[in-house]
């Protein structure tokens, strides 16, 4: 059973429809010692075709349509934030103060990209606010791992230990994320059964007509709502004023959606007037911090039946962790993956944030199976991952001595038809040989063929194209992100 087999039953997809994925195999596509690759062709894959399938169901096709999944294009789009350029500019990427820095027993590492996340990290570890990166590394070198955890932590603020994959295995956590679903999923009414308007003219989208409020930020929400747009969606970003988003990371993830700021208290009747005719709310803040705005799934769907609520979290909804933040590389450094790409004693890291955009092209496939399943039965429907359980999914075959976790427990590929691709050499479209590295995680695939350049209110983008492909449908966004925060809060 493949990873694509395996994550397309966690989805509730029709097993039947597998015969209508084909991949493109590039061995030196995202190397690493983990499954990364596959993993990551896995979450794409059933993305696509669960994009695939509302389409066909939307314009009355005879059969799904046939759907490629390409190595070379998904390694591309999973390190699209590296690949990002905003008028010939390289991205800014992680903070100084966001890194692994050595502590007296181990190793920790920290988030400080935004602002407060780094006042919260000094004040922590009572240092001014001016402090410099040597400083902070003084600092952590007389302390524990866990007790800098601990302390961050207990100040809002993001630092993790690095674990083991047996350390983390131990943990409470870690037994309660590995007893869930990779994608858990429900319903919480017997609404009626959804009507479509009909879809017609190409290319085929399967969420056109629908409306998405994106209440996600950093990467995994973002990436799922960024393939709703794609598919034709009317995705409205909403963030909190007092909340600025990073430049660079916005121009990544903002294609094919607008982006408008609202206080949810201040300007509950606005967003109480979105919500009227949303269909699809999707979250990304950590568990709870949105139920006092009646933003739970049970209290969406009382106020708009039908309503699909799309969550995506760190640690899960549950069990001591359930109420941390966390970011791709803290769960990488808390599960024990950092420790096995580590090397000489070092932790290391996955080629990509892997976490990160596998969990978000799962939520969007699971997004699109729950529009599917209304069509045929009706009721408001949530869906919920987190990048731990994508993270146990990745860990799993580790443990067992190979990628079963990701196959599902069989290395075959017998329901997918797979074409070996190998490619030459290559620079890449103007690309450094260290940019192409980072791409392949370390191998030759060239991403030119999947990059593209599109001109933005925010200056020439050179940009990942998505992955998400099968026959009829979109190559690439209709918008280009425009400045954060500058759309009017109303739908198209």
């Known amino acids: 059973m493949t990873g694509i087999k395996f994550a397309w039953s966690e989805l509730g997809g029709d097993p039947a429809l597998l015969a ?17 690759r596959d993993l990551a062709r896995a979450c794409v894959g059933v993305c696509a075709l669960a994009g695939a399938e509302l389409g066909a169901r939307r314009a009355g096709l005879p059969e799904v349509p046939r759907v490629r999944v390409d190595d070379a294009a998904v390694a591309t789009a999973f390190t699209g934030e590296r690949v990002l350029l905003v008028d010939g500019r390289a991205p800014v990427a992680f903070a ?18 935004y602002p407060h996340h780094r006042a919260r990290l ?5 240092l001014p606010q001016d402090t410099d990166p040597a400083a902070v590394e003084a600092s952590l070198a007389e302390r524990s791992a866990l ?7 207990a100040a809002g603020g993001l630092a993790v230990a690095s674990r083991t994959p047996d350390e983390w295995a131990a943990q409470e956590q870690a037994a309660m994320v590995a007893a869930r679903p990779l994608v858990e999923r429900g319903r919480s009414d017997e609404t009626r059964v959804r009507t479509f308007a009909p879809l017609e003219g190409g290319p085929l989208l399967p969420a056109a007509g629908l409306r998405v409020l994106d209440l996600t930020r950093v990467l995994a929400g973002p990436v799922a709502t960024r393939t709703l747009a794609l598919l034709g ?10 909340l600025p988003e990073l430049p660079d990371q916005h121009a990544d993830t903002g294609f094919g959606k607008r982006s408008t700021l609202l206080d949810l208290t201040a300007d509950r009747r606005t967003f109480e007037d979105l919500l009227a005719t949303a269909d699809v709310v999707v979250t990304g803040y950590r568990p709870g911090a949105l139920d006092r705005f009646g933003l739970s799934p049970e209290a969406l769907a009382e106020r708009r039946p039908g309503l699909v609520v799309a969550q995506v979290s760190a640690w899960g909804a549950y069990g001591p962790w359930g109420g941390r933040r966390g970011f791709d590389s803290l769960v990488q450094v808390a599960t024990g993956i950092a420790t096995v790409e580590g090397a000489a004693g070092r932790p290391g890291a996955l080629p990509a944030q892997a976490l990160d955009h596998g969990t978000g092209y799962l939520l969007a496939a699971a997004v699109l199976r729950a529009l599917t399943e209304q069509s045929y039965d009706g009721g408001s429907r949530f869906v919920r991952v987190a990048l731990a359980r994508t993270a146990a999914w990745l860990t799993e075959g580790a443990r067992a001595g190979g990628s079963e976790a990701v196959h599902g427990g069989g290395a075959g590929h017998g329901d997918v038809r797979s074409e070996a691709v190998r490619m030459d050499e290559g620079e890449g479209k103007g690309m450094t040989k260290a ?4 791409v392949s995680g370390g191998g030759s695939v060239d991403p030119g063929p ?6 933005s209110p925010l200056g020439r983008l050179r940009h990942a194209l998505p992955p998400v ?14 400045p954060w925060g500058a759309d009017p809060a109303r739908w198209l």
């Open 20 to 36: 209508r994925v084909s991949t493109v195999v590039r061995e030196d596509a995202l190397r690493a010692r983990l499954p990364v």
């Open 96 to 113: 100084p103060l966001s890194r692994f820095w050595r502590t007296a027993d181990g190793w920790v590492r920290t988030h400080a990209n």
């Open 122 to 126: 000094l004040r922590a570890l009572a």
């Open 147 to 153: 007790e800098v955890e601990d302390t961050v932590y």
């Open 233 to 242: 969606a009317d995705v409205l970003r909403v963030d909190a004023p007092q």
């Open 435 to 438: 940019q192409e590295r980072q």
């Open 450 to 455: 999947w990059l593209a350049e599109t001109d």
């Open 469 to 482: 492909s099968f026959d009829g449908g979109p190559g690439d966004w209709t918008r280009p992100p425009g």
